[in-house]
């Protein structure tokens, strides 16, 4: 702006000087109707050069309202990023309350960030101030409607930090009524399921969970347990058990850990010759600790036939130590103590443990083989 005064000034120093250096500097007549006017060109050209600057400042008044709004409106918004820069750092010292304070004085301004309601919101949060966090939360959603899904998700993160359960499951169905499809907010109620436990309520978004949620690794090991808790604690009620089940997605109902629930319940209800016919195609293709070891525990068939599967079993993978530990505990329920002992040898052989020796020390008591049985149970002490 100072340029451009400084350089019409200098416009005008030269036009005077033209006008009265040089004798013959050209003119110019104007006629209008009955009027007339006559001046010499460096006047002439000094009066459009006036009459400009005179639009220019008129211009200038008439926006100068606007101007001034907009430059009251900066100076506003750089206090209130200023102040709320200010709260961040008071927070990360924990330093809630002043921190809140602090936000609070800026509160009424108009077109606030929204980092500060959120800001202001936390604090309130860790002050376990209900009134003043909902205030806040009831602000940053009036100001930002758009943004209600990514301040429900900060509040549901605080949540469960919390370990408000209740209001986080509010709060993410709430998301999830608007959005079935929402990847942040399945993902959390995959925390919220680590957390708490499954109910019939949180089921039905088990689908969804697999097929949108982009779980990782992790979040899926999580699931699986939540998933494995509540099914564990059903087994005795089949139909809210085979309810669930039904719920659960394709993908899930293979892993070892649903599986192992899922012929648990069958046996609690007597059908020991459909889950044994699972097993019989399920262990091969996992070979799943677990899955082996609760195939002892079969009525049905016979023991026979149990035995002679697990026989077979262990020709296949003859250095798996759960599979010789299944051939001896099936033997010892048939009375065949001497079986019973080779195999409990030789799952020893492959991976030691207390459990193992100690049950070798019974099987010698029962042949009668008290000193072996003294000597394995040192080596089951020395295990500790």
Known sequence: ??????????????????????EDNGY???????????????????????LYLLVRVLSLIWSSPKYLKERLNQKREKKANQKTHEAMILMSQGNFSKAERKLRSISSEISLPIDTYLAGFTAAHY????ELRSDWLAKSLDSYPKLECYINLKNTKLLLESEQYIEAWNVLEHI???????????????????????????????????GYGSLNKALKEKLIVSLQKFLNGCTDNQELFTKTWLTI????????????????????????????????????????????????LLNSPDLATLSRRADLWTEERPRDANLWLLSS???????????????????????????????????????????????????AKNLI
């Open 1 to 22: 702006m100072r340029s451009k005064i400084l350089f019409f000034f200098t416009i005008i120093i030269i036009g005077l000087g033209v006008h009265y250096l040089i």
């Open 28 to 50: 110019v007549l104007i006629e209008f109707l009955t009027y007339s006017v006559e001046a010499s060109l460096p006047v002439f050209l000094l009066l459009l050069i006036v």
């Open 127 to 130: 002050m376990e101030e209900q």
């Open 176 to 210: 999830l009524i608007a959005d079935n499809k929402n990847i942040s907010a399945l993902r959390l109620m995959v925390d919220l399921f680590s957390k708490t436990s499954i109910d019939e309520s949180m089921a039905h978004y088990l689908p969804a969970i697999i």
């Open 249 to 296: 997605p394709k993908e899930l109902k293979s892993q070892p850990e649903l599986l192992l629930c899922k012929y648990r319940s069958m046996m609690n209800h007597d059908e020991h010759a459909i889950a044994e016919k699972e097993l019989r195609k399920t262990i091969p293709k996992t070979w799943n600790s677990s899955l082996i070891e609760i195939y002892e």
């Open 329 to 379: 505990r099936l033997a010892k329920r048939d009375g065949l103590w001497s079986k019973s002992k080779q195999c409990m040898e030789r799952s020893i052989e492959y991976l030691p443990t207390v459990e193992k020796y100690n049950e070798l020390g019974l099987i010698f008591l029962e042949l009668g083989q008290k000193e072996d049985a003294v000597e394995v149970l040192h080596k």
